[in-house]
T-cell receptor, first 109, second 114 residues
Framework: GQNIDQPTEMTATEGAIVQINCTYQ??????LFWYQQHAGEAPTFLSY????GLEEKGRFSSFLSRSKGYSYLLLKELQMKDSASYLC??????????FGRGTSLIVHP | GAGVSQSPSNKVTEKGKDVELRCDPI?????LYWYRQSLGQGLEFLIY????????KSGLPSDRFSAERTGGSVSTLTIQRTQQEDSAVYLC????????????FGPGTRLLVL
């Protein structure tokens, strides 16, 4: 089965750095996805990690450690528009992603 | 290019009625997913279609829920005899072939069962 754990809510200040953690337990691993979901909108893709290490993409970076069942999403130079829910997802088998409940990030001035 | 579209965007219905939700995936995407998201909850997988293969229905919560995908493109999710607990946002997503591929989500249908 799948078990994905993320903090429910985080707050941070505009311009700061925030790290959103995700731990998972899965019987087979086919990569880990991060999605961003603004209130009332559909999720949008942020990153996909299948190998260990850090992948940087502009202000957002995602890290994976397969041996620890752990990932994090790092957001730098936070902007107000980054206030959203961040969803960690791990495919079950080869194709069905299991989503965590998401971490609601609140960025304040 | 066009993204995933869903209709209707909002649906209010009375308990016991049937509803049909439609999803138009991105052209060329062979994989199509339906999810349900209740207020403050994560995404709950419902059903998965891949090409001409038999769909994976393992996430459907009851036999009141069914879905079909005609011609490998448009999909319809049907909920029969709706209950108040069916109220949620129903999201459709498509991906190129479903294997470790990025999913592109539609805007969702907000269903309210009174």
């Amino acid at each position: 089965g799948q078990n994905i754990d993320q903090p429910t809510e985080m707050t941070a200040t505009e311009g700061a750095i925030v790290q959103i953690n995700c731990t998972y337990q899965t019987s087979g691993f086919n990569g880990l996805f991060w999605y961003q979901q603004h209130a009332g909108e559909a999720p949008t893709f942020l990153s996909y990690n299948v190998l260990d290490g850090l992948e940087e993409k502009g202000r957002f970076s995602s890290f994976l450690s397969r041996s620890k069942g752990y990932s994090y999403l790092l957001l730098k130079e936070l902007q107000m528009k980054d206030s959203a829910s961040y969803l960690c997802a791990v495919p079950r088998g080869s194709y069905i992603p299991t989503f965590g409940r998401g971490t609601s990030l609140i960025v304040h001035p | 290019g066009a993204g995933v579209s869903q209709s209707p965007s909002n649906k209010v219905t009375e308990k016991g009625k049937d509803v049909e939700l439609r999803c138009d995936p991105i052209s060329g995407h062979t994989a199509l997913y339906w999810y349900r998201q209740s207020l403050g909850q994560g995404l709950e997988f419902l059903i998965y279609f891949q090409g001409n293969s038999a769909p994976d229905k393992s996430g459907l919560p009851s036999d009141r829920f069914s879905a079909e995908r005609t011609g490998g493109s448009v999909s319809t999710l049907t909920i029969q005899r709706t209950q108040q607990e069916d109220s949620a946002v129903y999201l459709c997503a498509s991906s190129l072939d479903g294997v470790g591929e990025t999913q592109y989500f539609g805007p969702g249908t907000r269903l309210l069962v009174l």
